[in-house]
């Protein structure tokens, strides 16, 4: 939300009220018994006590949820505050906060992390870590707002240094280093191509080591030097508004103070990290062409791992129902005993709508298991599928009715599910256990696929359960595998997926996947090796489309060959990626890793979004041009190993240098760190 006119004036239509100074303070108790400091600031100066009249405070609660966190909370009208949908986080009730008292400021400190608070006008907030100041609010940072329609918002400013980039925000297609960007934390249905996106989280990461979450489910309107050029500003809508500051040395231990608060990812099974082979879309298919892909996959000697069934295992208009349809699949519990012998996985599409075909529209209707409109009525719309409804996950009986269905599918064999859509929730319905809609715009994907993540897990058992999941919001990390959505088929959305996908694991989630040759439309020979190169070397890999089919001998006895390498590699690679996902179970870092998060001490990895390291020593760069060539950046840390895609080792580059490659159709740029082991051995 954008509320100044240049740095003195206000926009028209706006009023806002600055909190100007401490006028008192007290050392309290949150209603869990950890200690609190409650910090009381007009909105102006109080010289004397008549001031106090006929004027509005603002309100900060601080805590430490964790040792070496800081949680704001700033309120206006505590009676406007709404509760629920709230996100999980983590709270330890040992946390220490230590308050001291001088005559110009009151600190506070809590492990390593200490936040000054100046009590003369204007105020200024000060946190440091490690005795090193690493942020600031100034004076005019924090306030209460009323827009032009008379809304009422709370808004903060916090400062940028000299230097200072931003990175995170979920999977962002836009530029990698946010800085000078707008940004809205609402989930959408709107491709790769735009700055929209499938998973919006409120939580960004500085290169100077700390993080801003904002613990907030709507949307979360952030000015990432877009407003005042070195501040990033953020506002929420209604009367409370609460952050918190997580310091650490450095990126990787923002991550990891991050996903303690907001939860880790899981350990997933091996046979996730092998290639997923899609029946695509929209696309003509029954069990013969399910048996003739993967006997072709077989053929060709093509590692197969999971085949995926999207929408079309079900009858159009009635998703979902289900049920499969009968015409294509007239034995499907023979079919997938067949895929399983061939020793692969079954993955199945769902979403959490129901048409108004579907045999289940009528049962849910008068069960009232769909979300409702203020009248009492079902919420219902034409878009994706005709009367469509949605599914109230805040229902428990909702829940169990749904979760039966996918029981009687895991019964017949399905291992995995598609958990697709779940960005456009509605707001103007009516909830029942009461939440609010707006809230519960972005959470509901939590909610979604938390209970089929959980309930995979429960039959499947701990360490076997993944889904492919496409929206998210904070804390869904816990629920992988999520992957990005609708892309194109060219070199561009290549790209803007890769940045998407290292923003993405910069917000707290350990894996990622996105649609090898790209969704829409058709790939040209080319296209579809590069981007199986790159599927390949990403966390997790699987070939869709939309109309067209993805099988590789589609595309050229080239694209053949290129898979098989790549598969192979990857497979080889298992170890190395079941180690890195133990790390990001216990650390919270993602496989795919950007490279200033790798080396933040080096200044020319702060911009770099077309290279990665996937996982702490494979340095991958992918090739984003059909000449071939690709500019290469090796971190100045000592000679890197070139290997191929074999993985055998064909020369020794010095670090601390651009390489300009020309790569042959079947290579792509790979690098092992410096005084690392070999990621192919055990």
């Avoid at 600031?41 to 070496?68: K, S, V, Y």
């Avoid at 923003?503 to 439309?521: K, P, Q, R, T, V």
Wanted: proline share 6%; net charge negative.
């Amino acid at each position: 939300m954008r509320y100044l006119d240049g740095g003195w004036l206000i926009q028209p239509g706006y009023q806002v009220s600055h909190a100007t100074e401490v006028y008192d303070w007290r050392l309290g108790e949150t209603a869990d018994g950890r200690p609190c400091l409650f910090v009381y600031e007009p909105f102006r100066a109080i010289p004397h006590a008549g001031m106090t009249l006929d004027g509005g405070l603002l309100t900060t609660e601080i805590t430490a949820p964790l040792e070496g966190v800081f949680e704001m909370r700033h309120y206006h009208h505590l009676g406007g505050v709404v509760e629920k949908p709230a996100f999980e986080t983590a709270v330890d009730p040992e946390a220490p906060l230590a308050l001291t008292v001088t005559e110009t400021a009151l600190e506070l400190c809590s492990g390593r992390a200490r936040l000054v608070i100046g009590r003369d006008a204007p105020a200024l907030w000060r946190f440091y870590y490690d005795g090193e100041e690493r942020t600031k609010l100034d004076g005019r940072s924090r306030a209460w707002v009323v827009d032009a329609a008379g809304c009422s918002w709370i808004s903060t400013r916090v400062g940028l240094g000299v230097g200072e980039q931003v990175y995170g925000f979920g999977e962002r297609f836009s530029a990698f280093v946010k800085n000078g960007q707008s940004i809205d934390t609402w989930n959408r249905d709107g491709g790769t191509g735009t700055t929209q996106a499938y998973k919006c989280i409120p939580f960004y990461l500085t290169n100077r080591g700390y993080g801003v979450f904002v613990s907030d489910p709507g949307n979360v309107e952030f000015e990432v030097a877009s407003e005042k050029v070195s501040d990033v500003q953020f506002a929420v809508r209604g009367e409370e508004l609460r952050w918190c500051w997580i310091p650490a040395e450095d990126m990787a231990g923002v991550l990891d103070r991050y996903t303690a608060l907001t939860g880790r990812a899981p350990l997933l099974p091996d046979w996730s990290y092998g290639l997923w082979l899609s029946t695509s879309f929209l696309t003509d298919y029954d069990e013969a062409t399910v048996l003739a892909f993967v006997d072709g996959m077989q053929a060709r000697g093509i590692p197969l791992s999971v085949f995926h069934f999207d929408c079309l295992w079900m009858k159009p208009y009635e998703w979902c129902s289900f049920l499969w349809d009968e015409d294509k699949f007239p034995d499907p519990a023979g079919l997938l005993a067949r895929l399983h012998e061939r020793g692969l996985k079954i993955s199945l599409w769902i979403n959490p709508y129901v048409g108004q075909k579907s045999p289940l529209f009528a049962e849910g209707r008068a069960a009232g298991y769909f979300l409702k409109r203020p009248d009492g009525s079902v919420w219902q719309w034409d878009r994706w599928q005709a009367g469509m409804a949605v599914v109230d996950f805040t229902n428990p009986e909702a829940v169990e009715w749904y979760l039966g269905h996918l029981d009687r599918l895991m019964d017949m064999g399905v291992d995995s599910f598609k958990t697709d859509f779940g960005e456009r929730i509605p707001t103007d319905v009516v909830y029942h256990d009461g939440s609010d809609p707006v809230r519960m715009h972005n959470y509901y994907s939590f909610l979604y696929n938390r209970l089929v993540f959980e309930r995979v897990e429960a039959r499947r058992g701990r360490g076997e359960a993944v889904l492919f999941a496409r929206a998210a919001s904070a804390g869904s990390q816990r629920f992988p595998v999520h992957w990005g959505g609708d892309n194109s088929a060219d070199y561009e959305s290549m790209a803007e997926s890769l940045r998407a996908g290292l923003s993405f694991g910069l917000s707290g989630f350990a894996y990622w996947s996105h649609d090898i040759g790209g969704f829409e439309d058709d790939c040209d020979p080319d296209l579809y090796r590069r981007w199986t190169q790159f599927g390949l070397l990403s966390s997790h890999s699987r070939y869709h489309g939309s109309h067209a089919y993805k099988v590789p001998w589609l595309y050229g006895e080239l694209a053949v060959e290129n898979t098989r390498i790549y598969t192979e590699l990857k497979l080889r690679l298992l170890p190395y990626l079941r180690r890195a996902g133990k790390e990001a179970n216990e650390r919270g870092l993602p496989l795919m890793r950007a490279m200033v998060l790798s080396f933040p001490e080096d200044p020319n990895c702060l911009w770099l979004d077309r290279q990665y390291m996937l996982g702490p020593d494979l340095l991958v760069a992918p090739v984003f041009s059909p000449d071939g060539g690709v500019a290469v950046y090796l971190p100045d840390c000592g000679d890197w190993t070139r290997i191929d895609a074999r993985g055998d080792a064909i020369a020794v580059e010095a670090g601390g240098r651009w390489l300009q490659l020309a790569c042959a159709e079947l290579e792509m740029p790979l690098f092992i760190r410096p005084g690392a082991p070999s990621p192919f051995a055990d």
